[in-house]
């Protein structure tokens, strides 16, 4: 509404605006509406174990909740029974490895308080009726002050932290409320017994309702992120030696993928602290190397800094022109090429914990093509060219290279990886038809299926 | 002892073994606590806030126990007055803003939870003794459900995670106990209160005694990054085109700090979500820009990138000769040396929170020894030489060039977030004499301080 506004109409301004503003208001609710309805389905779509865990917690406090109606379990625990509702909620967590963390924190650290902290309210008790306050303060102001400092060891701190804790608050509620109370050890036992039955709640669910095991995250997590490197080379060559300036759409997403893995350090970390607390699982057996993953998770991280850098020519302002990219076309697309099916190998038999050398054959094509593209430079094909506009394309062959060289090392730790492991151990050769049809797919999954292969087990 | 041993001996090698094992036992025990020992001092040295976050928790936790020695309190409160003492240990962090999240999270959950659970326990209690668990039952699942599920979305993760899980642990404790007992009101009362104090207790140590800002430390963390990005071009230049061996250890460590930049990323977004509960104190304001570190601290790691290929120059197999290393010496040196200026300048004036564009004055140093680098490039000077040899000059050439790109973006960011917080603004000329001292400087400091300049203060 442009109308001319009268002085009348202006001094009304205020109250008109406020008007529209209340208009809008049902419009702009039913925008907020629509906008919280569509990030919650496309939550839910990304990883529909989110539903199943939200319903898993419902149901573990639910029944717990059942538990404490019973009588007997009310006579059994008394108002402390809450305490097993508590426990549900605190410790039930979204993977297996961190709830058995959490729990096995929770259990301890309270048992251990929970006899300390007896034993600090005996000392207490024999210095008499006025030592005791001073004695009892001393005790949690010094234990406080040594758990506290404690959570700052990186080690403890990685592992537990969350017990740190339990074991400060349990020992202040048995050694404090003990002043007033005589039955502190019926309280640390209640305590310890409702906080058993919590965890042991949390952890049946957490394990028998479709469990989330983090140590199988991981595992794929490392899969996806080799493959995110290799879906960049494939699309690199031909994006980089691009003759028009329209691009595939499909080749811009899979040149951004790798971003993330340039960031995926601490989330590593913190799936590897949680591994390593589950027990065997699947093919993942007892005392798995979790530890190993985050040496293949820097290497590939190494990669992606050189992948970073790759990327940054892509877009870069000073390039080379066509007829210099054109020389040494046909040698960088094989090494890009050979690169990326290397790293997919590697995704694809990681990932199936197949330990094959067949990542290896591309290794050595990569290599080949490398020494091409040495003699490429070497030869006097560039008198006639200016230095300056040949840099760009030096410098895109020069890192070329050097992803091969991190892509051997990512290499030897999977494959160490593996052996520590024991994955099943398989000679792959591929045929050379096959190859070929490799090398021309160019489908949208994040992971090439492993090429049907001539397999002899080893072992 | 490697004395030849006769079958007697060799029939008792278990049990010596087991002897030597003993022997070596204290010996064991002594190493395993000196090294404790020494990483406890070292923990505490690296920062002594540490030790006084400790000596606070012990405080604040022995002060609330005191109170609960009180008739009065306890009468008040009775025996819930021990969620004041469980509020104390989980709420006070290291930092105020943590401190101040998580206190706020847990006093406005509880008041909420408070509020609801009690109506859905009368609403339960309508229903009839039969109704009355299932209804209760139903209420605990959908509650529970709902509150897990919204713990996914980011937002909620990052700034009310702990407040969640506190809203569904009330409300079951509130409409869950409400079953057995009719003074659910006044329970509810209880909790919200004990909490209450407990959390104003906590507060009141954690920003009274030695408080750690995490704003502040944020803001150091920013400018130490760019800091370490500056210390290895600084180094770069020398180390690169030395012509001897031998290198400097002081380089060595000036040549790996940046490389905690790198990984800096989710340590930085942390920090800014507690940043943002913090109130303002010193030059940080009410409503101070902490979102925008976020786009340095992402500039900064961008820069991080570039450094790390370069920093892959220095240990590769493939050098170029020194001969060719030699003719571009003098420029590519003097681009790192401005570089590094340029990046010490922004970290000095940002630390110090003083807006200038002293900076820009080396940015544009660093793009005319950038032209002249270009135009050595150019010349024919190359043409007796191997290009393949040439290679990794040549990128580390076209790598220098590419970071005064990325400086310049550092730059517009840190003054874009100057404004926006307002900084001080100086205009700063710098005597050339001056500069040149600058140039010669090579403290271990991390930080040069700000050149003694000519400054009008414009505003």
């Known amino acids: 509404m442009e109308a001319v506004t009268s002085p009348q109409q202006e001094s009304n301004g205020p109250i008109i605006r406020g008007c529209q503003w209340l208009k809008s208001l049902p419009n702009k ?27 898993k917690v419902g149901l573990a406090i639910t029944l717990v909740s059942l538990f404490y109606y019973f009588k007997p379990l009310y006579d059994g625990f008394g108002n402390s029974a809450m305490w097993a ?27 251990v308080a ?27 102001f010094i234990i406080a002050g040594i758990t506290t400092f404690m959570r700052f060891f990186p080690k403890v701190k990685a592992r537990y932290d969350y017990g740190m804790m339990i074991f400060l608050l349990t020992f202040c509620l048995v050694s404090v409320s003990g002043y007033r109370d005589d039955q502190v050890l019926e309280m640390a036992h209640e305590r310890f017994s409702t906080i058993l ?12 309702v479709c469990p989330v095991w983090i140590g199988e995250d991981l595992h794929k997590s ?4 080799i493959a995110k490197l290799a879906n960049f080379l494939q699309a690199f060559g031909d994006e980089y030696f691009k003759e028009s300036e329209e691009s595939n759409e499909n080749n811009k997403s899979y040149l951004q993928g790798y971003r993330t893995v340039l960031t995926s350090k601490s989330s590593e970390e913190t799936m590897v602290n949680f591994a390593r607390w589950e027990p065997g699982h699947g093919p993942f057996g007892y005392r798995h190397p979790w530890k190993m ?23 870069s302002k000073i390039q080379a022109p066509a007829e210099i990219r054109g020389k040494i076309q046909v040698p960088c697309k094989r090494v890009s090429v050979e690169c990326s099916l290397a790293l997919k190998e590697m995704a694809s038999t990681f990932r199936k914990m197949v330990l094959t050398r067949s990542a290896v054959m591309h290794i050595e094509n990569s290599k080949k093509a490398a020494e091409e593209l040495k003699s490429l430079l070497k030869t006097s094909l560039w008198e006639e060219a200016d230095l300056l506009e040949m840099i760009p394309a030096a410098s895109v062959a020069s890192l070329l290279l050097e992803i091969i060289g991190c892509i051997e090392k990512i290499s030897e730790a999977v494959n160490e990886l593996g052996k520590a492991a024991s994955f099943r151990k398989i000679n792959a050769t591929v045929l050379p038809e096959q190859q070929d049809s490799i090398q021309q797919d160019s489908n949208n999954t994040a992971i090439v299926p492993v090429p049907h292969c001539v397999i002899v087990v080893a072992e």
């Open 222 to 225: 490392v899969a996806a992120n």
């Open 114 to 140: 929970a006899a300390l902290g007896f034993g600090a309210h005996r000392l207490a008790t024999l210095s008499g009726r006025k030592g005791e306050p001073i004695l009892v303060a001393t005790f949690v």
């Open 29 to 55: 609710f039913c925008d907020k509406t629509t906008e919280i309805a569509r990030r919650t389905k496309k939550l839910g779509q990304d990883d529909p174990r989110r539903i199943v865990h939200s319903l």
């Open 293 to 315: 993953y985050l040496k293949v998770g820097n290497l590939t991280r190494d990669c992606a800094y050189k992948v970073e850098a790759l990327n940054s020519y892509l877009n």
């Open 85 to 111: 509702v508590l426990t549900v909620v605190v410790v039930l967590e979204f993977s297996v490895g961190a709830t058995l963390g959490k729990g096995l924190n929770r259990m301890l650290a309270t048992l």
């Open 197 to 208: 039955v919590g965890s042991c709640a949390s952890l049946i669910v957490c394990i028998c």
